[in-house]
Nanobody
Framework: QVQLVESGGGLGQPGGSLRLSCAAA????????IAWFRQAPGKERERVSC????????YYLDSVKGRFTISRDNAKNALYLQMTSPKPEDTAVYYC????????????????WGQGNQVTVSS
């Protein structure tokens, strides 16, 4: 069964840190550009970050640059998002997704999606 399973996230404090993980099953991530998206209540879904394969070049939404770090471990077939100094406006449901393009700028359609994990940043 092809699936992406997310873990981590939850409740964090401003200025703290949170980590999201995404494990793939049924397919190998090394053939895909993989990304994190988020959707806050009443807002459209936005792409937070993306990472190429195999060159691992990364791309970030301007509002998270310098605070979030995306990484992949092809040996573990997994994707991560390290969130440092999160802000209340980062509160959203976060999704991992995989596109059948190796390069993020070409990744328009994402074939596989995780179930979504709530991240809430509040003091």
């Amino acid at each position: 069964q092809v699936q992406l399973v997310e873990s981590g996230g939850g409740l964090g404090q401003p200025g703290g840190s949170l980590r999201l993980s995404c494990a793939a099953a049924g397919f190998t991530l090394d053939a895909y550009a993989i990304a994190w998206f988020r959707q806050a209540p009443g807002k459209e879904r936005e792409r937070v970050s993306c990472i190429n394969s195999p060159d691992t070049r990364t791309y970030y939404l301007d509002s998270v640059k310098g605070r979030f770090t995306i990484s992949r471990d092809n040996a573990k077939n997994a994707l991560y998002l390290q969130m440092t100094s999160p802000k209340p406006e980062d509160t959203a449901v976060y999704y991992c997704a995989a596109a059948p393009e190796r390069l993020c700028p070409l990744a328009i359609a994402f074939d596989y999606w995780g179930q979504g994990n709530q991240v809430t940043v509040s003091s």
